[in-house]
């Protein structure tokens, strides 16, 4: 057999896997990352044929070899996510911090790829990890606004949906008085969320822009298109209260 020959030949491991079955590649995988320890790729596909128990040792066992390998960070924070849940953010953030200890760059668009990845594999506790540790990094404080804005309307965009909902959160949570941000995230919600979602955040975003006109009447009109008309009228009498010379309201 080639292997017993080449044994550090990677593309023939990979080769040999792809043909075989699961019970058989989870088998050569583990004899693979022994010969092959420095492939990363290996690593990954061991861990995700194993058990929990079993994959989180193969996890541990590969970043000991490849301390800067942000993929596996990631994959063990997806394994937490499917029932250690609240250990997929520490992870990421232990992930971060140690990637830079091995002086790393964190390089913030690269992980803004990772959170899109993972939206779309229905990883929700990982991306919302990636977005929450990394939004920040590599950002004046001056350019946070329009920068965190680009990065949600660039998924929105692609069709990474739930990514540019992890943006605007901490979006609006710092910049909470500013109207602008507020509506773009309404306008996800109104294009890709629920009734109920979208004016959850408006009532939000008017406790802090009280003069943003807008943002009232957006919340009253869903109101009144859920035939709920005494709520709608109830908003606008809490509009007019707060805008009195608005003849919008």
Same mark, same amino acid.
């Given at each position: 057999m080639a292997l017993d020959e080449?044994?550090?030949?990677?593309?023939?491991?990979?080769?040999?896997?792809?043909?075989?079955?699961?019970?058989?590649?989870?088998i050569l995988l583990h004899r693979a990352?022994?010969?092959?320890?420095?492939?990363?790729?290996?690593?990954?596909?061991?861990g995700r044929l194993e058990t929990y128990g079993v994959a989180r040792s193969v996890l541990n066992k590969a970043r000991k070899k490849l301390p800067k390998e942000r993929a596996i960070w990631i994959a063990a924070a997806k394994l937490e996510a499917n029932g250690n849940t609240s250990m997929v953010g520490?992870?990421?953030?232990?992930?971060?911090?140690?990637?830079?200890?091995?002086?790393?760059?964190?390089?913030?668009? %690269? /992980?803004?790829?990772? &959170? !899109?990845?993972?939206? *779309?594999? +229905? @990883?929700?506790? #990982?991306?919302? =990890? $990636?977005?929450?540790?990394t939004i920040e990094i590599g950002v004046d404080?001056?350019?946070?606004?329009? %920068? /965190?804005?680009?990065? &949600? !309307?660039?998924?929105? *965009?692609? +069709? @990474?949906?739930? #990514?540019?909902? =992890? $943006?605007?959160?901490?979006?609006?949570?710092?910049?909470l008085t500013k109207k602008n941000i507020w509506l773009k995230a309404a306008q996800l919600?109104?294009?890709?969320?629920?009734?109920?979602s979208l004016i959850a955040l408006?009532?939000?975003?008017?406790t802090y822009c009280r003069q943003a006109e807008v943002l009232w009447l957006m919340g009253a009109k869903e109101k009144w298109l859920a035939g709920d008309v005494p709520v709608a009228r109830d908003i606008l009498q809490?509009?007019?209260?707060?805008?009195?010379?608005?003849?919008e309201i």
């Amino acid at each position: 057999m080639a292997l017993d020959e080449i044994p550090y030949l990677v593309r023939l491991w990979k080769a040999l896997v792809e043909i075989s079955s699961e019970e058989e590649a989870r088998i050569l995988l583990h004899r693979a990352v022994e010969c092959c320890p420095l492939d990363v790729e290996l690593w990954l596909a061991l861990g995700r044929l194993e058990t929990y128990g079993v994959a989180r040792s193969v996890l541990n066992k590969a970043r000991k070899k490849l301390p800067k390998e942000r993929a596996i960070w990631i994959a063990a924070a997806k394994l937490e996510a499917n029932g250690n849940t609240s250990m997929v953010g520490k992870i990421i953030e232990r992930g971060i911090r140690a990637l830079q200890g091995e002086e790393v760059v964190i390089d913030r668009d %690269t /992980w803004m790829k990772e &959170a !899109e990845v993972a939206d *779309k594999a +229905g @990883s929700v506790l #990982t991306w919302v =990890a $990636i977005i929450t540790n990394t939004i920040e990094i590599g950002v004046d404080e001056e350019d946070k606004k329009r %920068t /965190w804005v680009a990065d &949600a !309307e660039e998924c929105k *965009k692609k +069709g @990474s949906i739930e #990514t540019a909902r =992890a $943006i605007f959160y901490p979006a609006c949570t710092v910049f909470l008085t500013k109207k602008n941000i507020w509506l773009k995230a309404a306008q996800l919600e109104k294009s890709h969320g629920s009734r109920e979602s979208l004016i959850a955040l408006l009532r939000k975003a008017v406790t802090y822009c009280r003069q943003a006109e807008v943002l009232w009447l957006m919340g009253a009109k869903e109101k009144w298109l859920a035939g709920d008309v005494p709520v709608a009228r109830d908003i606008l009498q809490e509009a007019y209260a707060a805008i009195p010379n608005s003849e919008e309201i």
